[in-house]
């Protein structure tokens, strides 16, 4: 998705193909606001492949060298550390000191593939610690990879580094050949779409953690023992619902808890509004705070009466959280994972 106020796709993918304007597309700062959220992609008449399109685009800017400074610090930050936060590989397993969990290499059923932001970033860490606590509450087998973990590759593809996802794709399939895995949960519907679509020679099932928390509560493995009394609405994130479909399994968990009152945004399902955090965003700061996607969605989930806004995607959470503290929204709305408003309710 592109911000309106950059420039037409339309006419920015016909300039790419006149060589006199060429050039000017290539300087084009808009380049790199697409989220590659693919909402044109899946309204196109014609089929065109504009995700495609813009991160080919994007590539060579990168083999050009090209590239805005927070975008190519996050790419060296993955070739040397395996993350692209700029924090050492040997860090990554520190948000679960001090739980109950085991490491893969032990054997379990299940590999809990934390991902990058919230193995690194203080606030994504409490999503981390509260599937880990659902997961133990239900009795899931399964393990971590601890500091062997590596980025799953997907912003990277996105933002023009095809060559970095080849090397990761192919690293993380032998890690979990390594031990012998057979089912991945993943905290990120970014690592679930590229591990289930992206990833060739891949012979593992996938599930993202919504998908595998719906399925504990049906069999009767999860019991509520307290109530939410919030009014909730949900935001679909792209990588899990525009791109995979994945609508049900979050609205079925929100549901089963005791007291939440589900209320629905306009713009929800397959017609959900990006928060803008994908296709690389989440390392270039926003030049237009009025147009920020996030700030519309926050506005849209009040315009329902929303206490909490969920969702399932540590990219969504952070960037609509970041406009409820900037406009000092904290006694209207408050943004929650999934996650975190089931470990509340156990």
């Given amino acids: 998705m592109f911000r309106k106020s950059h420039f037409n796709i339309r006419k920015f993918i016909y300039d790419a193909f006149d060589k006199d304007m060429a ?33 080919g685009l994007r590539q ?17 930050s993955v ?3 395996k993350n692209p936060w700029k924090i050492g590989a040997e860090e990554r397993s520190k948000w679960a000191e001090g739980l109950e969990i085991k490491n893969i290499s032990e054997g379990a059923d299940i590999l809990y593939f934390v991902g990058c932001t919230p193995a690194y970033d203080a606030r994504l ?3 981390a610690r509260a599937i880990v606590g ?30 970095t996802f080849e090397y990761l794709a192919k690293e993380n399939i032998e890690t979990f050949k390594k031990y ?3 089912k991945v949960v993943t905290t990120s519907p970014h690592c679930f779409n590229t591990f289930k679509n992206e990833y060739e020679g891949a012979d593992f099932e996938v599930q993202h953690y919504t998908e595998l928390i719906a399925g504990l509560i049906e069999e009767g493995r999860l019991a509520f023992s307290r109530e939410i009394n919030k009014t909730v609405t949900y935001h679909d994130p792209c990588f899990l619902g525009k791109q995979n479909k994945i609508f049900d399994p979050p609205r079925k968990i929100l549901a089963s808890i005791p007291g939440v009152k589900l209320v629905e945004m306009d713009r929800a399902r ?15 700061e926003s030049e237009d705070s009025e147009d920020r996607l996030a700030k519309i969605r926050v506005g849209e989930a009040m315009c329902v009466q929303a206490q909490i806004l969920a ?6 959470l952070l960037t609509l959280e970041d406009v409820v503290k900037t406009e000092e929204l904290e006694e209207s709305i408050e943004v929650l994972d999934i996650a975190e408003l089931v470990i509340k309710a156990l």
């Fill in 311 to 316: 969702t399932a995607c540590p990219f969504c």
């Fill in 79 to 81: 070739s040397i550390h």
């Fill in 134 to 163: 659902i997961m133990n509450k239900a009795g899931v087998d399964f393990g971590i990879l601890g500091n062997e973990e590596g980025c799953c590759g997907s912003e990277i593809r996105r933002m023009g580094d095809p060559w």
């Fill in 60 to 76: 060579l800017m990168v083999e050009d060298g090209r590239i805005p400074p927070p975008i190519r610090d996050a790419l060296k």
């Fill in 125 to 127: 860490q409490k999503v």
């Fill in 23 to 55: 050039k000017v597309v290539f300087e084009k700062v808009g380049i790199w606001d697409c989220t590659t959220c693919s909402a044109c992609l899946n309204k196109c008449p014609k089929g065109v492949d504009t995700v495609g399109f813009v991160t």
């Fill in 180 to 182: 012998n895995i057979r």
């Fill in 270 to 284: 397959e017609r959900s509004l990006c928060c803008e955090g994908g296709g690389g965003r989440m390392w270039i």
